[in-house]
C-alpha cells in the first residue's frame, strides 16, 4: 500500500514536497522502482522520476523537469519524496506516487496540487 | 522524450471489439517489452491490465489482450461491457529517462 502525504495548495515560486510511505514492501526492494507521476487535463499521464535500489541508489528524472526534481528514499522510514522546486501554475495537476516491477502494478491515493497566487 | 500516441477516443457497442492503438519509437516501444496498458475510472487512480506487452494480472478478464508490432502496441479488448467504459492509456520503459504515457484514450460503450 502507499499513502501519500503533503500541502495541497501552493504559491508560484514555492517548492512542492510530497511523501509516499510505503507498507507491505520495502523502498530498497532490488526488484522495484519508486515513481512519481502526474496528472492533468491538458497533459495527461506524466512520469516525473522515480528512484531504485540495484546495489546503489538511482534516479532517472524526466527531461521536462529533471532541472527542477529531487527524489529521495529514506530507508529508516521505508518512505519516498519528492520536490519540485519553483512551481508554477502549470504544475497544477493530480500527483501520484507508484512502484513499479516494470510496470505500475501500486499507486497511491493521488494528492491535487494547486498552484496559486 | 515525447509522449506515446493514442487515439483521442474510440466507441463500440456491448459485446463487440475495439482496438487502441499506441505508438512510439525505436527508444521505447519498438526496443522495450516493458509496454503496459492502464484502465483509469473519473477520480480513481489508474489500474494494471496489461504488462510485458502482453501479459494479464490477476483478475483481470481474459477479454484483455495486448500486443506489440515495431514501434506500436496495441490494447484489445473483446465481448464489450458497460463497466469497460473508461479512460485507456500505454507506458513504455524509454531508457534512461525513465518511463513515457500515452496521451489517453476515452472508451465509450455506446
Known amino acids: 500500500q502507499l499513502k501519500q502525504s503533503g500541502p495541497g495548495l501552493l504559491k508560484p515560486s514555492e517548492t512542492l514536497s510530497l511523501t509516499c510511505a510505503i507498507s507491505g514492501d520495502s523502498v530498497s526492494n532490488y526488484n522495484a522502482g519508486w515513481n512519481w507521476i502526474r496528472q492533468s487535463p491538458s497533459r495527461g499521464l506524466e512520469f516525473l522520476g522515480r528512484?531504485?535500489?540495484?546495489?546503489?541508489?538511482?534516479?532517472e528524472y524526466a527531461l521536462s523537469v529533471e532541472s527542477r526534481i529531487t527524489i529521495n528514499p529514506d530507508t529508516s522510514k521505508n518512505q519516498v519524496s519528492l520536490q519540485l522546486k519553483s512551481v508554477t501554475p502549470e504544475d497544477t495537476a493530480v500527483y501520484y506516487c507508484?512502484?513499479?516491477?516494470?510496470?505500475?502494478?501500486?499507486w497511491g491515493q493521488g494528492t491535487l496540487v494547486t498552484v496559486s497566487s | 522524450q515525447s509522449a506515446l500516441t493514442q487515439p483521442r477516443s474510440v466507441s463500440g457497442f456491448p459485446g463487440q471489439s475495439v482496438t487502441i492503438s499506441c505508438t512510439g519509437t525505436s527508444s521505447d516501444v519498438g526496443t522495450h517489452n516493458w509496454v503496459s496498458w492502464y484502465q483509469q475510472h473519473p477520480g480513481k487512480a489508474p489500474t494494471l491490465m496489461i504488462y510485458d506487452v502482453n501479459k494479464r494480472p490477476s483478475g483481470v478478464p481474459d477479454r484483455f489482450s495486448g500486443s506489440k508490432s515495431g514501434n506500436t502496441a496495441s490494447l484489445t479488448i473483446s465481448g464489450l461491457q458497460t463497466e469497460d467504459e473508461a479512460d485507456y492509456y500505454c507506458c513504455s520503459y524509454a531508457g534512461s529517462y525513465g518511463w513515457v504515457f500515452g496521451g489517453g484514450t476515452q472508451l465509450t460503450v455506446l
Open positions: 528512484t531504485y535500489y540495484r546495489s546503489k541508489w538511482y534516479n
Open positions: 507508484a512502484r513499479d516491477l516494470g510496470f505500475h502494478d501500486f
